[in-house]
């Protein structure tokens, strides 16, 4: 998914955009208090994870100011503080879920998915369209049982539309949630990738069909 880092500590925010990089995200890192509302409204988020001690500005009003602002992604808010006194009011601000220092990288990444998920009316961690199951959590893909040998960038495509099952997915919207603004990538990257995961769904009932100058649905034909 597309997640905004905001994290001024250089190890701390380089150690988590590995982390979620490395796992297939799409991540734009703010270290600056001042950047963050023009980078949330400048593109769209899946997630956000903020530390609530920033220069320039302070992570409270920040979410005050991005829900003032109808930012509606989830935030997770990260924070040095051993005992949070203000932890119901950073939610009643706005914030949807906390993680204080020192976590573990990988309870960062599910916190972050639980909340996509919970965002989108998805309880579980499992996809399912056709015979084609997902496991998110797990990141593996199988049609009738058969796992699927997927790379990363290739499973969170399938995420992405699965997720979306019978509506259009935009180009657009999984070039920026499936590269980094630092990757020069062009449209035929995206389609190489619906390429292979064609051929590596064949043996299913489910297919990724083309709306020819808009994007990609994932369907399961009937019968």
Same mark, same amino acid.
């Given at each position: 998914?597309?997640?905004?880092?905001?994290?001024? #500590?250089?190890?701390?925010?380089?150690?988590?955009?590995?982390?979620?990089?490395?796992?297939? !995200?799409?991540?734009?890192?703010?270290?600056?208090? $001042?950047?963050?509302?023009?980078?949330?409204?400048?593109?769209?988020?899946?997630?956000?994870? /903020?530390?609530?001690?920033?220069?320039?500005?302070?992570?409270?009003?920040?979410?005050?100011?991005?829900?003032?602002?109808?930012? #509606?992604?989830?935030?997770?808010?990260?924070?040095?503080?051993?005992?949070?006194?203000?932890?119901?009011?950073? /939610?009643?601000?706005?914030?949807?879920?906390?993680?204080?220092?020192?976590?573990?990288?990988?309870?960062?990444?599910?916190?972050?998915?639980?909340?996509?998920?919970?965002?989108?009316?998805?309880?579980?961690?499992? /996809?399912?369209?056709?015979? =084609?199951?997902?496991?998110?959590?797990?990141?593996?893909?199988?049609? $009738?049982?058969?796992?699927?040998?997927?790379?990363?960038?290739?499973?969170?495509?399938?995420?992405? =539309?699965?997720?979306?099952?019978?509506?259009?997915?935009?180009?657009?919207?999984?070039?920026?949630?499936?590269?980094?603004?630092?990757?020069?990538?062009?449209?035929?990257? /995206?389609?190489? !990738?619906?390429?292979?995961?064609?051929?590596?769904?064949?043996?299913?009932?489910?297919?990724?069909?083309?709306?020819?100058?808009?994007?990609?649905?994932?369907?399961?034909? !009937?019968?």
């Amino acid at each position: 998914m597309r997640i905004l880092l905001v994290e001024d #500590n250089e190890d701390l925010g380089e150690a988590i955009e590995k982390r979620l990089r490395g796992a297939g !995200h799409s991540v734009e890192w703010v270290r600056d208090g $001042n950047d963050v509302v023009s980078a949330a409204e400048g593109d769209s988020f899946d997630a956000v994870a /903020l530390d609530l001690m920033l220069p320039n500005r302070d992570g409270i009003g920040l979410i005050a100011e991005l829900r003032k602002r109808k930012f #509606n992604a989830p935030i997770l808010v990260i924070t040095a503080r051993s005992e949070i006194d203000d932890k119901v009011g950073l /939610l009643d601000l706005g914030a949807d879920d906390y993680l204080v220092k020192p976590f573990d990288l990988r309870e960062l990444e599910a916190r972050l998915r639980a909340l996509i998920r919970r965002t989108g009316g998805q309880t579980t961690s499992t /996809l399912s369209v056709g015979n =084609l199951e997902m496991d998110l959590a797990g990141l593996n893909a199988s049609v $009738n049982g058969a796992v699927l040998e997927l790379g990363r960038r290739e499973f969170r495509l399938l995420e992405i =539309l699965v997720t979306n099952a019978g509506k259009v997915v935009p180009k657009e919207r999984l070039m920026n949630q499936l590269f980094n603004f630092d990757e020069a990538v062009s449209v035929n990257a /995206l389609e190489l !990738h619906i390429s292979r995961l064609r051929r590596k769904l064949e043996g299913g009932n489910i297919e990724i069909g083309t709306v020819r100058g808009v994007g990609y649905v994932v369907r399961a034909p !009937h019968g």
